[in-house]
């Protein structure tokens, strides 16, 4: 039966105006950074800036410590993503296609793992990377980070692995292939709609993360970019143009990262949860 006029309208309309409003301060955020000073300070605002300047991106990059930071949180956030996906794959596929004793149980501890604030751990987590002496050093950050992304991966993953049917291993295998063969031929080319979802899942979790690098990483070259952009507007004051080219150079890589992956990503969140 044919839907009528307004019941094909009104899902539509909805779904723009939270389009809308989702997308209107990120486009603010953005046009503000290209704002001359005097567009920003205006009374009346400047919906569309015609005379954009990157003066203010500029002021940000040079600010201190900028391109250290920056590359801090791409090492930190680029191995803990790789370290999850390399474990949670492997772990996904045992899970999926082995049975042994205990099985539930570690698919329950992943799950509540998930479930868990890592922000009420802050205080443990400081006191276990103090007494080791790694305190403003990459390695704590990087394998807390993967921790935090690695739950997720591999339940997302386990879906995925339980989707692809045995019998192509096992073809596989008849033909001459090893187990190790048949699953990087085979199966892991299957997985890519998976390993792409956890992967933009683990990028924005370690790249956004806060709490902990503002404890454990405190000297000023030892952080990582969302602690350069809590201290941005103290060191620039009402510099609002600075703060949004600082804020839109924060976001820009997720931004990308999102726009490249969105379609395979979001189709691997939606099988990765329904099968398996």
């Not at 080791?132 to 995925?160: C, E, H, I, K, Q």
């Not at 503002?214 to 350069?228: D, F, H, M, R, S």
Request: proline share 6%; with cysteine; glycine share 8%.
């Amino acid at each position: 039966m044919k839907r009528s006029l307004a019941g094909r309208i009104w899902p539509n309309a909805t779904a723009a105006v939270l389009a809308l409003v989702f997308a209107f301060p990120v486009y603010w955020m953005f046009a503000t950074a290209f704002k001359p000073t005097q567009d920003i300070l205006s009374e009346d605002p400047v919906w569309f800036p015609l005379h954009g300047t990157f003066s203010h991106f500029v002021t940000a990059v040079d600010a201190p410590n900028f391109w250290r930071l920056a590359g801090n949180s791409v090492l930190v956030t680029v191995v803990a993503v790789g370290l999850s996906l390399l474990i949670g794959l492997c772990g996904s596929f045992a899970i999926a296609r082995m049975r042994f004793k205990g099985r539930k149980g570690i698919l329950l501890t992943f799950m509540v793992a998930q479930m868990a604030p890592w922000e009420v751990m802050v205080i443990s987590i400081y006191m276990i990377v103090r007494d080791a002496d790694l305190l403003n050093s990459l390695l704590p950050l990087t394998f807390f980070y993967m921790l935090m992304v690695l739950p997720f991966t591999l339940l997302t993953l386990r879906g995925y692995v339980a989707a692809v049917p045995k019998e192509l291993e096992e073809s596989a295998m008849v033909d001459g292939c090893s187990r190790r063969q048949a699953f990087v031929k085979v199966v892991l080319p299957l997985l890519a709609p998976g390993l792409m979802a956890t992967s933009l899942f683990g990028f924005i979790t370690a790249w956004n993360e806060f709490p902990l690098v503002l404890v454990l990483n405190k000297e000023p070259g030892a952080g990582t970019l969302p602690l350069w952009l809590s201290q941005f507007q103290t060191q620039f004051g009402n510099d609002w143009g600075a703060t949004m080219a600082a804020a839109s150079l924060f976001a820009l890589p997720i931004l990308v990262l999102f726009l490249f992956l969105q379609r395979k990503a979001v189709g691997g969140l939606t099988s990765g949860a329904v099968k398996g």
